[in-house]
């Protein structure tokens, strides 16, 4: 199985800020990889695929970034519904498989 | 937009079978891929698997030998199958639509309990 590491596993961050989310493949995935946003209670919800198509409707401060192994998740400009948990998932090999998630706490 | 809803029991007795139903509405189950995951009580999430609505399917190997997924389409309804249950298998479980790349939408999730 592709193992999906992802970095770090919480942060702390202020309204206004640029934060960063790391996810990292144990192979190579070319761009196959997608990030969600999960809130409290709620299902994940789809940010961003083929690392780095934003999701009609998802806001413009989100882009994803990355090929191969290595890929990013940028926030601009922090907002308060932004505050949630974070996972990304490789969709090139089966069984697909999710990061362990970043939670983006105040 | 495509809508996705779980139902089946809450709770299920370790060894017994668990059964779930995603029903689908505002759009039609023809011609696409659906999914089933899972989210653990820690947070993680699992691919439990996939099935086209011809019915063909995959499964994630680490469940293959319990697991079992089919599909009605007159009812736009598809349908996850987990025999010989443990309290391993307690999860929100998840149907969501399966893209290319990633799925969506998902279903609001339905928790089920493995306990006696």
């Known amino acids: 199985d592709i193992q999906v590491t992802q970095s770090p596993s919480s942060m702390s961050a202020s309204v206004g800020d640029k934060v960063t989310i790391t996810c990292r493949a144990s192979q190579g995935i070319a761009n196959w990889l997608a990030w969600y946003q999960q809130k409290p209670g709620k299902a994940p919800k789809l940010l961003i695929f083929?690392?780095?198509t934003l999701q009609s409707g998802v806001p413009s401060r989100f882009s994803g970034s990355g090929s191969g192994t290595d890929f990013t998740l940028t926030i601009n400009n922090l907002q308060p519904e932004d505050f949630a948990i974070y996972y990304c998932q490789q969709a090139h090999t089966f069984p697909l498989t999710f990061g362990g998630g970043t939670k983006l706490e105040v | 937009q495509v809508q996705l809803h779980e139902s089946g029991p809450g709770l299920v007795k370790p060894s017994e079978t668990l059964s779930l139903t995603c029903t689908v509405s505002n759009g039609s189950i023809n011609n696409y891929y659906w999914t089933w995951i899972r989210q653990f009580p820690g947070k993680g999430l699992e691919w439990i698997g996939y099935i086209y609505y011809t019915g063909s399917t995959n499964y994630n190997p680490s469940l293959k030998s319990r697991l079992t997924m089919s599909v009605d389409t007159s009812k736009n309804q598809f349908s996850l199958t987990l025999t010989s249950v443990t309290a391993a298998d307690t999860a929100i479980y998840y149907c969501?639509?399966?893209?290319?790349?990633?799925?969506?939408?998902w279903g609001q999730g339905t928790l089920v309990i493995v306990s006696s």
């Open positions: 083929a690392a780095s």
């Open positions: 969501a639509q399966r893209r290319p790349r990633s799925f969506d939408p």
